[in-house]
């Protein structure tokens, strides 16, 4: 009886380990098919497609698993593939309609029919070529910039192999917009389209905003170029105009300014200030509206400026705007003023020496060559005694002394 109940402890293990190893094997054996009816729709939105598909037929009547769906697609402007995992059987992505689209779509099953492991089905793939235009030159340079938050400017340049003549159209669109619309204001440059103005009230922050430049020549359409962007990251500040320095009794100064003109809240910004004290330069960036400067051996001559720009708490990236106008110490050159100096002195300088050194020789060879002139008399009327001629004694005539017998 021992060597029974002995013999079962030892077997039933090995029956348990083979009966879940061939379960294991018929789950691995197990097919799941990929999503039914893979579709790329284009409303029109410049590059916002909408991925869609079908459950598969053969899980239609699954009802003790979950399903769900996992989309990949090749993002173009990050250059990456995009995960997403959803019960969903559709989703709108963002992409370079001048480039290849990639999808791929996987089923994913899990639940009591799977022993809870989560299958994944070969994917369903879809490329789409790009379309519209023959390959060739785009637009470069283009680049885009939201001024004080108030209205946006966007430029580009001609490339210089152009087919012809040819005519450039902006159109835009984000999401709180039912179609793409056309620039609201060319900015010209002669008779070329170089850039597109948009007013605040055609502008949407933190969401896509799509743009396609589209160029068109009298012999074919040209291939067109798309971007999306987010254009609180485009913001550029104002140049701040008031400026105040303090001069501390320790020999420390204190920059104190107002914040830009515009429409960017106060509290979004961050300034960048420059110290130029006893020729030694130094920078503070700061978050408040003041920044004090340590001052060498307390150094009465010195000059500052203040730029800003939106944080990274309130954007990804941002703008520097331009600096402000140099605020100098009392008895300071501005860096402005030193440098025209500098330039006069650079200029001028040589300028007086050469001349210094060339005048006395300029003067001494005129009169050398008067001298020579006045040596021989002229041929005509020989009205005059040569004035280089030594007097020999009194009797003989005095220079430019006119004879009896020519009166």
Not at 116 to 133: H, I, R, Y
Not at 146 to 165: I, L, S, V
């Given at each position: 009886m021992?060597?029974v ?43 916002r497609?909408?991925?869609?598909w ?18 990949q ?10 995960t ?9 992505a ?25 299958l ?31 209205f ?12 012809g ?46 743009i ?19 254009i ?71 000059c ?17 705007s ?13 860096p ?11 200029c ?60």
């Amino acid at each position: 009886m021992i060597r029974v109940r002995y013999w079962t402890a030892s077997i039933l293990p090995w029956f348990l380990l083979i009966g879940n190893w061939n379960f294991c094997l018929g789950i691995n054996r197990l097919t799941i098919n990929p999503p039914a009816d893979l579709r790329i729709t284009d409303p029109g939105h410049l590059g916002r497609l909408r991925i869609g598909w079908a459950l598969p037929p053969a899980l239609k009547n699954v009802a003790r698993c979950s399903v769900r769906f996992q989309l990949q697609y090749f993002n173009t402007y990050q250059d990456r593939w995009t995960t997403i995992r959803t019960t969903h059987r559709s989703f709108h992505a963002q992409f370079d309609l001048g480039k290849e689209v990639q999808v791929k779509v996987f089923t994913l099953l899990r639940g009591p029919c799977t022993n809870n492991s989560e299958l994944l089905s070969p994917p369903a793939e879809l490329v789409l070529k790009p379309s519209g235009g023959d390959i060739g030159p785009k637009i470069a340079g283009f680049s885009c910039i939201f001024h004080r938050k108030e209205f946006m400017e966007c430029t580009w340049n001609e490339t210089g192999d152009q087919p012809g003549p040819t005519q450039t159209s902006l159109f835009y669109w984000h999401k709180n917009m039912e179609r793409a619309l056309e620039c609201p204001g060319y900015i010209f440059s002669g008779a070329e389209r170089v850039g597109c103005s948009f007013p605040l009230d055609m502008l949407l922050e933190f969401s896509d905003f799509n743009i396609c430049v589209n160029r068109s020549s009298s012999n074919r359409p040209l291939q067109p170029a798309y971007f999306s962007l987010q254009i609180q990251n485009l913001v550029k500040p104002s140049v701040i105009e008031t400026l105040k320095l303090m001069a501390h009794p320790d020999g420390n100064v204190t920059v104190e300014w107002s914040p830009p003109e515009g429409r960017i809240y106060h509290r979004c910004l961050e300034f960048e200030v420059e110290s130029l004290l006893d020729g030694i330069m130094e920078s503070c960036i700061t978050r408040e509206m003041n920044c004090t400067f340590e001052a060498p051996s307390h150094s009465e001559t010195g000059c500052f400026r203040v730029r800003s720009r939106v944080h990274m708490f309130c954007a990804d990236k941002g703008f520097w705007s331009d600096w402000s106008l140099p605020r100098c110490l009392p008895g300071s050159i501005s860096p402005d003023a030193s440098a025209l100096m500098k330039m006069l002195l650079s200029c001028v300088l040589p300028v007086a020496v050469l001349a210094l050194l060339v005048a006395p020789l300029l003067l001494w060879t005129s009169r050398k060559t008067l001298k020579k002139r006045s040596c021989f008399p002229t041929p005509e009327k020989n009205l005059f005694t040569p004035f280089c001629s030594s007097p020999a004694s009194s009797t003989e005539k005095l220079p430019f002394q006119l004879d009896k017998a020519d009166v």
